[in-house]
């Protein structure tokens, strides 16, 4: 009898070192490339380390800017609900306009922009990832707020690259003409959010009523709308005309004209970090600057012959601002060849060959009056 | 050698068992402090380094913030309120599922129980499959079935299935027709409660008279009379005095709908904190000229809506509403209001709750009833009791001895398993946490706190089935 205990403990225990063991390497490989380039000492500490960073959130005393240099890779946190932004193809393959901005600053800091772990943030847990340092940045189209951007969220807000509003998605055959018809409606919106806020507001000071149905990720969400069980679905607008496509007959459903509220979308970032800020918020800035000065994906090889000074600096031809930033000096040239400038990102997920079509309107360039307005590089 | 031989003398401490359990117990208490004291320190200074905009420490101000999020069921909530309120609100959602959840599923976990050993083939294995399957797959798919599976069948509000004047089912959820407790039947309650009491010390008090004679039969009838004799007289006592509260007020927005409250501080605006909401209170609306527009009834929160009601209306005025009030529900605008209402988020958390737990429940009551001696049955059946009688004086209770431990930790489960809600959008406490956290940013403050309270609910349980189990189980020499 003891001894077939003892047999057992010892089979179990053997089992447990071979599972543990088995689940470990999926951060083992990653390393290996770094390892080959780097230097002997420095290359046996990430060999071990990286399956225990990415899984232990430590305060970081040194920069992320740092951190991710070292780690070789970019922890991303994204959405992968939300088809133009943010969503994964049965492979497992990231696409969309926020997944752009993450591969755009993985090639900036690394020079691979297939450099990226893309972690799923769920509305609820986004900024205490970020905050705990597990993931490094956070493009999954969240809204710049005062309380977000004040100590008690903790994030550190960079350039807004999407400009956006709330909007209620309704269905053609019931009747709602403005969101004033919409008293005492029933309305599914997303927990965690600030759609939830602006919800309550929004039909507070106009004395409407209504009853929220609240869940934690937009599939169960646009799922309980679809099914019926709401007479109304609010999101940010640009969300609202991405999950439409997913809708059982997207055909069924309308977007009222108006606006609720002011959602700028932008990336985040812990803060406490400004070394590491300052490098995501240039990358952005950079992104734009390249669309106004027309520098494109194509033809960026050639604009290293420019003459044009805000182009030189730019692209690193002529100054030192990359390497100000603790970046390669010719960061923007990575970034434009592998990921294109804003409006290649917003055409190629976006644009007018895809579903959404969305009109840029604010979201276009300050010369063409819209909002996006990059501070000069020099 | 001078170990004396008196019984008393004891080796020395090296030697002494006594002596080095006590060290050891104190190195291991030492061990275990220094090892929280480590844990504490590592928890605070990582903190420190997160937030060291408010120094590092742990603040707790962000519980009296306005919330700004509605709550979709529950006691009362308005945006308004506080964080804190709005937690509380999440602790009762989770009390009331858990609750009916635990009774729901004892009721169903013994009747399966039973059905497993019982000599009906079909029964037996009907029992036997429903308890394997659903042991089999995982609670949260169950809740995601039940939850989006069961409402995609049911049918719109506008064609909502109706069983006339009791109930109307669609997949917005049930709703009930129900008496509720008014502003006059308040004072009634605690007369209800008194009765209770009172039924129970009365009942306790004959059946202690009833054994000293040595007769049989207990209290129950002479308690249950009690109560409903408390009762009535409970019911005319409270609904002669009835008054409603002298600072009424009321707010009118939009000339159809308002709140109807009592204003405690004379401002005439309705403040959550301050002012008591009125439930269920007749009113009419009046035009400019003091004509009735039209009558209504105040909602459960005091608020009050006249659908399809003529417009120009200025002013209330109320009657006192007698003590019970019989909500009916009736379909207006987007939905029903009125009666009482079952979202489908509750049902179907409830009942994937009850069903998954049920199975669990159902295997304990098995393994209780199989561990009473076979010599039980056999004697009982020499008796000439038959089975439901033999089940119901011999076997459970002796059963019941076996049951109870295991039983504690599947109503634990329940409760615990109720934070599940939050897959399916049903606002427990747990839930509200959550979104706390998001929009509030003290994620360790609130995970303390909702540890805190599923602690509390599990030791107060486990409090109770102790007890209880304490005087069901068998006293040995």
Redesign the interface.
């Not at chain 2, 939050?422 to 959008?425: E, T």
């Given at each position: 009898m003891n001894r077939r205990f003892s047999m057992m403990g010892a089979a179990l225990l053997i089992i447990a070192i071979i599972y543990s063991a088995c689940a470990a390497p999926a951060a083992a490989p990653a390393a290996a490339p770094a390892v080959t380039e780097a230097a002997t000492s420095v290359a046996t500490a990430p060999e071990a380390a990286p399956a225990a960073e990415v899984a232990a959130p430590?305060?970081q005393?040194g920069s992320i800017l740092d951190t991710v240099k070292e780690r070789g890779k970019l922890v991303c946190g994204v959405n992968n609900q939300v088809p133009g932004f943010g969503v994964v193809d049965q492979d497992g393959n990231y696409a969309g306009f926020d997944i752009d901005f993450c591969k755009a600053v993985a090639a900036a800091v690394l020079g691979d922009a297939t450099a990226v772990e893309y972690k799923y943030a769920n509305?609820?847990?986004r900024?205490?990832l970020v905050?705990?340092g597990e993931i490094d940045v956070l493009f999954r189209n969240s809204t710049w707020t005062t309380?977000r951007d004040s100590?008690?969220?903790?994030m550190e807000w960079m350039p807004v690259n999407f400009y956006d509003g709330q909007g209620m998605m309704v269905r053609k055959d019931s009747g709602i003409t403005t969101i004033e018809d919409?008293?005492?409606?029933?309305i599914c919106v997303q927990?965690?959010t600030t759609t939830?806020?602006n919800?309550?507001?929004y039909f507070?000071t106009r004395?409407l009523?209504?009853?929220?149905?609240?869940?934690?990720d937009n599939d169960?969400t646009f799922?309980?709308y679809d099914?019926?069980?709401c007479?109304g679905y609010t999101t940010d607008k640009s969300g609202l005309v991405s999950t439409q496509t997913k809708m059982t007959v997207p055909a069924d459903h309308m977007i009222l004209a108006e606006t609720m509220s002011k959602e700028p979308l932008a990336g985040a970032v812990?803060?406490?970090d400004p070394a590491w800020a300052d490098a995501v918020r240039w990358v952005v800035f950079g992104l734009i600057q390249a669309e106004e000065s027309g520098v494109t994906a194509a033809n960026v090889q050639e604009m290293l012959a420019s003459e044009d000074p805000t182009i030189k600096r730019l692209l690193g031809v002529e100054g030192e601002l990359g390497s100000k930033l603790g970046l390669p000096n010719d960061f923007m040239v990575k970034v434009l060849e592998q990921v294109g400038n804003y409006g290649e990102i917003w055409n190629r997920s976006l644009g007018p060959d895809t579903p959404f079509n969305l009109p840029r309107d604010l979201n276009d360039q300050w010369t063409n009056g819209g909002l996006l307005y990059s501070p000069p590089f020099r | 050698m001078a170990t004396s031989t008196h019984p008393n003398a004891r080796p020395p401490f090296y030697r002494d068992t006594q002596v080095i359990a006590i060290l050891m117990q104190a190195f291991f208490l030492i061990l275990v402090v220094a090892a929280g004291w480590f844990l504490y320190t590592n928890m605070t200074t990582?903190l420190a380094?997160?937030?060291?905009?408010?120094g590092g420490r742990l603040s707790w101000s962000?519980l009296g913030q306005t919330a700004?999020?509605?709550?979709?069921e529950g006691p009362a909530f308005r945006?308004e309120q506080s964080y804190w309120r709005a937690y509380m609100v999440g602790l009762a959602n989770t009390l009331r599922v858990s609750v009916a959840g635990v009774i729901l599923a004892t009721l169903l976990g013994v009747s399966t129980g039973i059905a497993r050993v019982s000599n009906n083939w079909l029964l037996s294995k009907i029992a036997l499959t429903y308890v394997e399957v659903i042991r089999s797959t995982p609670l949260l798919v169950q809740l995601l079935f039940w939850y989006?599976g069961v409402?995609?069948t049911l049918p719109?509000v506008k064609e909502a299935a109706e069983w006339p004047g009791l109930a109307f089912l669609s997949?917005?959820g049930i709703f009930i027709t129900w008496p509720f407790l008014t502003e006059s039947g308040a004072p009634w309650f605690w007369w209800l409660v008194g009765g209770a009491v009172a039924g129970a010390v009365v009942a306790w008090l004959r059946r202690r008279h009833l054994v000293h004679q040595g007769l049989p039969g207990g209290g129950l009838i002479l308690g249950v009379a009690t109560f409903f004799l408390v009762a009535i007289v409970g019911f005319f006592v409270a609904f002669s005095a009835a008054r409603l509260p002298d600072t009424i007020a009321y707010e009118l927005?939009?000339g159809d709908?308002g709140t109807l409250f009592a204003d405690a501080d004379g401002d005439g605006k309705y403040k959550p904190e301050i002012d008591r909401a009125l439930p269920y209170v007749p009113i009419t609306l009046l035009d400019a000229g003091g004509q009735p527009l039209a009558t209504e009834t105040t909602d459960g929160d005091g608020?009050f809506?006249f659908f399809e009601a003529p417009a120009g209306g200025t002013s209330l005025t109320w009657t006192t509403p007698p003590p019970v009030f019989l909500s009916e529900p009736e379909r207006?605008?987007?939905?029903f209001r009125g009666g009482l209402s079952l979202t489908?988020?509750f049902v179907a958390l409830l009942l994937g709750l009850v069903v998954y737990t049920g199975a669990f429940i159902a295997e304990i009551v098995r393994a209780g009833i199989n561990a009473v001696p076979k010599g039980q049955w056999e004697a009982s059946r020499a008796v000439g009791l038959g089975t439901a009688d033999t089940l119901r004086i011999i076997v459970l209770p002796q059963a019941l001895r076996v049951i109870i431990p295991p039983l504690t930790s599947q109503y634990l489960n329940l409760v615990k398993n109720s934070s599940l809600a939050?897959?399916?959008?049903y606002?427990d406490l747990f839930?509200v946490g959550?979104?706390i956290?998001?929009?509030?940013?003290?994620?360790v403050q609130m995970i303390l706190v909702v540890m805190a309270t599923y602690l509390s609910f599990s030791l107060i349980t486990s409090l109770f089935m102790n007890w209880y189990n304490r005087r069901v189980m068998i006293i040995e020499r």
């Open positions: 430590v305060a005393t509305s609820n847990d900024f205490t905050k705990t309380t100590a008690e969220v903790g919409m008293d005492g409606a029933t927990s965690g939830e806020l919800l309550a507001d507070r004395g009523a209504f009853e929220p149905v609240v869940f934690e169960k799922t309980a099914e019926g069980r007479d812990a803060q406490g | 990582n380094a997160i937030n060291n905009a408010s962000f700004g999020f509605e709550i979709s945006p989006f409402i995609a719109a997949n917005r927005k939009r709908r608020a809506r207006q605008g987007f939905n489908p988020e939050i897959a399916i959008g606002p839930y959550r979104v956290v998001n929009q509030s940013g003290a994620e």
